[in-house]
T-cell receptor, first 113, second 115 residues
């Protein structure tokens, strides 16, 4: 059973607007969450992370929000740029499986110039 | 890129043949992983290693074996390849992040086609 879910396979956004990518998880033991970005023919690259002791983490244009009660996290990209067009994966890990990550199925973001 | 090299980058093989994919890292990381990426499934863990000769299964380990005889190399073997193993395979290492959690860094991937 998929413990980390990304229910939107794709998303299109106009350049300059906000992109919001969503992720849900089922395992309440997860306490560390990450977002990865993947371009075609390349490996995923780490984007931003958040610990369960926080509800927000910001890095430049990227902000991750965590709602533990809803078991939901989201990635906000503001403003969106054409170079942000990629597949985004969310991932989660738990302290007792600290080195095992569980990945969502990915959301393909297209930023339209 | 955390010094991860995967080889080969592309391979076409026939059903029933053995295939070995190699992951090489240069930074002495303890943890190494093999994932496969398929449409609609995201990244799924095949096997991982937590040290030389120490390995464990992931969620999709059937039909795959691994070996780690030295820290820098983690090999993934398909003993008898099947068409369902056509996929993109990624190797990863794990590194502790400043926030206290771990980050995985990925290689560029190996695209395997089993005909």
């Amino acid at each position: 059973d998929q413990q980390v879910k990304q229910n939107s396979p794709s998303l299109s956004v106009q350049e300059g607007r906000i992109s919001i990518l969503n992720c849900d998880y089922t395992n309440s033991m997860f306490d560390y969450f990450l977002w990865y970005k993947k371009y075609p023919a390349e490996g995923p690259t780490f984007l931003i992370s958040i610990s369960s002791i926080k509800d927000k983490n910001e890095d430049g244009r990227f902000t991750v929000f965590l709602n533990k009660s809803a078991k939901h996290l989201s990635l906000h990209i503001v403003p969106s740029q054409p170079g942000d067009s990629a597949v985004y994966f969310c991932a989660a890990s738990a302290r007792n499986t600290g080195n095992q990550f569980y990945f969502g199925t990915g959301t393909s973001l297209t930023v339209i110039p | 890129d955390a010094g991860i090299t995967q080889s080969p980058r592309h391979k076409v093989t026939e059903t029933g043949t053995p295939v070995t994919l190699r992951c090489h890292q240069t930074e002495n990381h303890r943890y190494m992983y093999w994932y496969r990426q398929d449409p609609g499934h995201g990244l799924r863990l095949i096997h991982y290693s937590y040290g030389v000769k120490d390995t464990d299964k992931g969620e999709v380990s059937d039909g795959y074996s691994v070996s780690r005889s030295k820290t820098e190399d983690f090999l993934l073997t398909l003993e008898s390849a099947t068409s369902s193993q056509t996929s993109v395979y990624f190797c990863a290492i794990s590194e502790q992040w400043t926030s206290g959690g771990n980050i995985q860094y990925f290689g560029a991937g190996t695209r395997l086609s089993v005909l």
